[in-house]
């Protein structure tokens, strides 16, 4: 029985140029510490009367997964899995603020019914007709992650025999400064904070695919060596060697309490083979993680990754990547790995 698991179309919306692959060749890199997405022609993709009453991110999530389903030839996928760690923000900032100025009176409906996390998920499953499996995540900055598990195990399980996952949240001014006082985003030197949404098609097949997923694991606070078995027990059953690594993408984003535990994990377990980065071409949020699987899947697909993603002194090897790990340290508390394999 074949318990293969594929990639087999990826799409973007972010500080990029939408629902392509410029980045690769003619990445645009941001100074600011706050930044807007860059928003496709979403007529293309929604109705217009519909979109009048969407949100930001409702309309970027339908206008990337809909792309995604477009893209791998699909209508109604079996199974519609979301990860949000703020959902539709700004939407639930508005209806909290109608509560207080009109005393609790008179508010209006469709702020309230699209403040839910769960109403990109449901949206999307009306808008492919979809009466299947359909479930939301929540889970700070492992969020994206666990949304792929869901859809693996269930795929390694033969419940499914394919998924829509995607990782969506937006941005506000107001609750970007919230958490710039805190320190997790807008600090000197740090990539820019933005909403993204990122989606992802898996499948059992193979052909037209852009890579195989291979494995992935979540760990809850691991230490060094913790991450280190891992590593090495997902590469040995998929038959390779830490040497047999093209590349680790990490998700520094110029914080230095982040990025620390990167730097600590890449120096002591990952010396010799080339790291690489993402967030200081995407930005960073809560499922920002995504963007690590839409752009290694396409870096594996297309056979280079960009010198501009390199990170440090080492040098990513373009030619012919094979295997690229994608490691997510999310405040140094939970840990995920991904493997993925060309092809």
């Known amino acids: 029985m074949n318990n293969s698991i594929y990639i087999q179309a990826a799409e973007q919306i972010s500080i990029q140029e939408p629902l392509c ?25 929604i109705n217009a009367s519909d979109a009048r009453r969407m949100c930001s991110v409702m309309k970027c999530a339908l206008a990337s997964s809909l792309k995604v389903l477009q893209d791998a030839g699909v209508d109604k996928p079996d199974a519609i899995i979301t990860g949000t760690g703020v959902g539709s923000l700004d939407y639930t900032q508005r209806f909290l603020a109608d509560l207080h100025a009109n005393n609790e009176q008179m508010l209006k409906p469709t702020y309230f019914m699209q403040s839910t996390h769960n109403t ?13 499996y359909n479930t939301t995540y929540s889970h700070n900055g492992i969020t994206f992650e666990e949304a792929v598990l869901d ?16 990782g969506h949240d937006e941005m506000t001014q107001s609750y970007f400064e919230a958490l710039q006082m805190t320190g997790y985003v807008g600090q000197e030197g740090m990539v820019p904070c933005c909403g993204m949404s990122g989606a992802i098609f898996l499948s059992k097949e193979c052909e037209t695919a852009l890579c195989e997923l291979a494995g992935i694991e979540i760990m809850d606070k691991p230490s060094h060596e913790a991450i280190k078995t891992a590593t090495i027990s997902m590469l040995e059953r998929n038959g390779l060697s830490v040497n047999d690594l093209s590349a680790i993408m990490t998700g520094v984003n110029g914080n230095s309490t982040n990025d620390k535990h990167y730097n600590n994990i890449t120096e002591s377990l990952f010396k010799e083979t080339p790291t690489i980065r993402y967030k200081h071409l995407f930005g960073e949020n809560f499922t920002s993680s995504a963007m690590s699987v839409y752009s290694a ?8 990754i960009p010198r501009h993603m390199a990170y440090g002194n080492t040098e990513p090897k373009h030619d012919e990547p094979r295997n690229i790990l994608l490691l997510n340290y999310a405040g140094g508390r939970e840990c995920s790995l991904i493997l993925l394999k060309r092809c």
């Open 151 to 166: 859809a693996w195990l269930q795929l390694r399980l033969n419940k499914i025999q394919n998924a829509l996952v995607g």
């Open 120 to 132: 990109i998920g449901s949206t999307l499953g009306i808008y492919t007709k979809n009466n299947g």
């Open 21 to 45: 692959e410029q980045w690769m060749e003619k990445p645009y890199l941001s100074n600011e510490l706050f930044e807007k997405v860059k928003t496709p022609v979403f007529r293309d993709y």
């Open 297 to 304: 899947a396409h870096c594996l697909a297309k056979g280079f």
